[in-house]
């Protein structure tokens, strides 16, 4: 009896000893099929060992770091037109030399190259790695942005129209009555006084930092690219109205791709709301006098609960699942007139009907 328990413990034993014995293991596939021009980055995962991952290349390209659980593989910035395709990228863990693992990498000629869009200085050249992570391969910055826009429009378009809409106070010319409430708000927010006029002068925030952007001489080039790259995106939507995102057609109303007032042209002035928006969440994750959030006060009045961060509307993500009961006889959705912006004395003063994005007293036609 005393063998068989002997026997059954010195199997355990040598059971436990495998299973604790160290293991390295690839993050990514083991094959990888690298654009040149671009890079990856490349992870190792370590099991029961406090060795440390070094790391080796044999063949073309460039590897940077050589040790830790992360390194990024550089494939040349040209296709090879001689020489090696192949690199070899190897793993071995200190402490135990017989645990080692390798990528192989074949180098590939540019998988995508975007053209068409307006005043690019040379050709713009797009890799994509096995997670579909774009590196975009450019001579001049303001291209990489044209591209980038392109990119983010082709990939992610009906993101960025809700989310401009909804920090310029639109949204509700694209999901209804829904949103009118927050689109005031948003407006009220957001319209305030023209620095170095007078107090009655007034225009909505992110046209103004838009304009201050656009002169500067650094990034105004850059802000141009990029709305011209999501531009060509929307063109080509018009072209090939099957182009537009699946997204579209969950909402309560259809919108018209063909038409610029449906699915207007992207500008400085959206992408600037979008960038103030995010800006906004952000200050009201962090608290305010003791975590306490306070309205903001005019310099020469009371505090105007108006001006409160907190008053920019409801979430609106079940807007998507809008049901036609909710409108069963007239449109819900409307455009807001310039005076809709804010209260008396806190607008840009316009008459209603006047200046971009007006209304013409009727509400935009239902589908269906």
Not at 220 to 226: D, K, M, Q, R, V
């Amino acid at each position: 009896m005393t063998t068989k328990y002997s026997w059954l413990a010195g199997a355990l034993g040598v059971a436990l000893a495998a299973c604790s014995s160290p293991h390295l293991a690839l993050v990514n596939s083991q094959a990888l099929d690298i654009p040149a021009g671009t890079g990856i980055v490349l992870g190792a995962f370590v099991q029961d060992s406090n060795g440390q991952v070094l790391w080796s290349l044999d063949g073309p390209g460039v590897l940077t770091p050589t040790t830790g659980l992360q390194v990024v593989y550089y494939a040349p910035p040209t296709y090879p037109t001689s020489g090696p395709t192949t690199a070899t990228v190897t793993l071995q863990l200190t402490g135990s030399p017989d645990e080692t693992k390798a990528y192989q990498i074949t180098i590939t000629k540019p998988s995508n190259t975007i053209g068409g869009i307006a005043n690019l200085q040379a050709q713009v050249d797009v890799g994509y790695d096995t997670r579909s992570i774009p590196t975009i391969n450019c001579v001049a910055p303001a291209d990489c942005y044209a591209v980038l826009g392109y990119i983010h429009a082709r990939d992610r378009f009906f993101e960025m129209d809700f989310l401009r809409r909804a920090a310029r106070g639109t949204l509700s010319e694209l999901i209804g009555g829904l949103a009118v409430d927050q689109d005031t708000s948003i407006r009220t927010v957001f319209t305030v006084p023209v620095p170095g006029s007078s107090p009655a002068a007034a225009a909505p925030l992110p046209d103004q930092l838009a304009t201050y952007l656009r002169a500067d001489p650094l990034i105004g080039p850059l802000y141009e690219a990029y709305v011209a790259g999501v531009n060509k995106r929307i063109a080509e939507m018009r072209a090939d109205p099957t182009q537009l995102p699946a997204e579209y057609s969950q909402l309560l109303y259809s919108i018209d791709p063909t038409s610029t007032t449906d699915l207007p042209d992207w500008t400085d002035v959206d992408t600037t709301a979008i960038l103030r928006g995010r800006h906004l969440r952000e200050d009201r994750r962090r608290p305010v006098g003791g975590g306490v959030r306070r309205a903001r006060r005019r310099p020469d009045g009371p505090a105007d609960p108006r001006l409160d961060p907190r008053q920019d509307g409801r979430p609106l993500v079940h807007a998507l699942r809008l049901r036609r009961a909710q409108c069963p006889t007239v449109p819900c959705r409307r455009t807001l007139a310039v005076d809709d912006r804010a209260p008396a004395g806190h607008g840009p003063g316009a008459p209603a009907g006047e200046g971009p994005g007006a209304a013409d007293g009727r509400d935009p036609p239902s589908a269906g």
